[in-house]
């Protein structure tokens, strides 16, 4: 069995440390899956923290029809609800890919992203 969708697990990390000995003890807080639709592969390949605290992931989801769409979800931090998400599904049904977020410096989301296979 083939598990489709994107999984995202929050760890806190505390770091212990000794005289020379460092380790880090992890605990998982929430974790959280996400099919965009018709049991497609969808990825998250961007992280980016809010600046209230919460959790912004950037990525590409597939639909039933029309690819790959650029995908953007902002997670609670505390209880992983969904507060909002943005999905563009690009021109003539091509695949959309995310390459970066950012935030300004009046905490406005920054997307950036490309059209793939488009040449010109």
């Not at 995202?8 to 959280?32: H, K, N, R, Y």
Request: proline fraction near 1%; hydrophobic fraction near 40%.
């Amino acid at each position: 069995m083939q598990i489709r969708g994107l999984i995202l697990t929050l760890l806190a990390v505390t770091m212990v440390t000794g005289t020379s000995i460092v380790s880090a003890e992890t605990t998982q807080m929430w974790s959280q899956q996400h099919d965009g639709g018709g049991n497609f592969l969808d990825s998250g390949t961007l992280l980016s923290l809010a600046p209230d605290g919460n959790i912004v992931v950037g990525g590409e989801s597939s639909e039933v029809s029309g690819g790959a769409d650029l995908y953007v979800r902002k997670l609670d931090k505390t209880t992983s609800s969904e507060l909002w998400n943005f999905r563009y599904d690009g021109v003539d049904d091509k695949d959309v890919a995310i390459s970066e977020i950012t935030w300004d410096t009046v905490g406005q989301l920054l997307v950036a992203g490309f059209i793939r296979g488009c040449i010109g």
